[in-house]
């Protein structure tokens, strides 16, 4: 990958700093895990959002319950477009 990727309000934007921290992120992740799932790459939205999932904080059962959500959707081979 030529540039590095952050998210910032829910778009995709590529930036030359901050990959490896946005790596630890899980909104990065969950965000990019949907863009793969947008573009049919499911076994890549699977491994984002696995990475999403282990990131999330222990004690932030609801954004940790939609990831997971999420997570069972990709497995299917399916996505959920949200407004």
């Known amino acids: ?3 590095d990727i952050y998210v910032m309000r829910g778009n ?3 930036l030359k700093k901050n990959y490896k921290e946005a790596l630890e992120n899980y909104e990065f ?4 895990a949907a863009a793969h799932a947008l573009s049919g790459d ?8 696995n990475e999403a999932i282990r990131n999330c904080p222990e004690n932030n059962f609801k954004n940790k319950l939609a990831l997971i959500k999420r997570l069972v959707l990709y ?6 477009l949200e407004d």
């Open 1 to 3: 990958m030529n540039y």
């Open 12 to 14: 995709l934007f590529y």
């Open 29 to 32: 992740l969950d965000t990019l």
């Open 42 to 49: 499911f076994p890549k939205a699977i491994q984002f959002q």
């Open 75 to 80: 497995k299917t081979n399916a996505f959920l």
